[in-house]
């Protein structure tokens, strides 16, 4: 007889009935569950990095595999579960583009020593500067030279003659070759 009424609750499973609570009913629960819903939730971590508590109380949503196995005679009726969602803040996540190095160089041809300022202020901005002394004489040129020689040394710099006239000086980051280099001839 047992197995009779096994096979009848499995091919037509008895109908829960249906609760009507009343009004006084509903909020007394409601006053309960917040009143124990501090302490009595689980959390756990779902698939796309979220989390989802619920009450500890609550069986889980899915049986595990002894349940399956058991079988079930119980007609009694489940509260509904509440799931409450907890949205964490995910870290913003920023993009770092590399900014393309650009190459700056700038043409001075000095004709006294008063620009020998604005020639270091732009080694010190970054910028190549390259400088032809034909137009300078001997001993403003030897001062010329030394001075920005210097601000060269300061800021790792490299110089490289191009010419005998003509002199290149790069700040530290810009790397100057020489295809071929041309002995000078004096």
């Given at each position: 007889?047992?197995?009779?009424?096994r096979v009848?609750?499995?091919?037509?499973?008895?109908?829960?009935?249906?609760?009507?609570?009343?009004?006084?009913a509903r909020?007394?629960?409601?006053e309960?569950?917040?009143?124990t819903?501090?302490?009595?939730?689980?959390e756990?971590?779902?698939?796309?990095?979220?989390?989802?508590?619920?009450?500890?109380?609550?069986?889980?949503?899915?049986?595990?595999a002894?349940?399956?196995?058991?079988?079930?005679?119980?007609?009694?009726?489940?509260?509904?579960?509440t799931?409450?969602t907890?949205?964490?803040?995910?870290?913003?996540?920023?993009?770092?583009?590399?900014?393309?190095?650009s190459?700056?160089?700038?043409?001075?041809?000095?004709?006294?020593?008063d620009q020998?300022q604005?020639?270091?202020?732009?080694?010190?901005a970054?910028?190549?500067?390259?400088?032809?002394?034909?137009?300078?004489?001997?001993?403003?040129q030897?001062?010329?030279?030394?001075?920005?020689?210097?601000v060269?040394?300061?800021?790792n710099g490299e110089?490289?003659?191009?010419?005998t006239?003509?002199v290149?000086?790069a700040p530290?980051?810009?790397?100057?070759?020489?295809?071929?280099?041309?002995?000078?001839?004096?």
């Amino acid at each position: 007889m047992d197995f009779l009424k096994r096979v009848t609750d499995f091919l037509m499973p008895v109908e829960e009935e249906e609760v009507v609570k009343t009004e006084s009913a509903r909020k007394e629960e409601q006053e309960e569950e917040r009143m124990t819903s501090a302490d009595s939730y689980e959390e756990r971590k779902v698939s796309n990095g979220a989390s989802i508590s619920y009450a500890s109380a609550e069986p889980p949503m899915y049986p595990s595999a002894s349940e399956l196995r058991r079988p079930r005679h119980t007609t009694a009726v489940h509260a509904p579960r509440t799931r409450v969602t907890v949205q964490q803040e995910r870290p913003k996540l920023t993009v770092h583009t590399t900014q393309i190095p650009s190459l700056n160089v700038k043409i001075y041809v000095p004709r006294s020593f008063d620009q020998v300022q604005e020639i270091a202020d732009d080694l010190k901005a970054g910028r190549a500067v390259l400088v032809n002394y034909e137009r300078v004489e001997l001993e403003e040129q030897r001062r010329l030279c030394d001075f920005i020689n210097g601000v060269c040394y300061i800021m790792n710099g490299e110089v490289k003659r191009v010419s005998t006239a003509m002199v290149l000086y790069a700040p530290d980051g810009v790397n100057v070759y020489e295809a071929e280099p041309i002995p000078l001839q004096d």
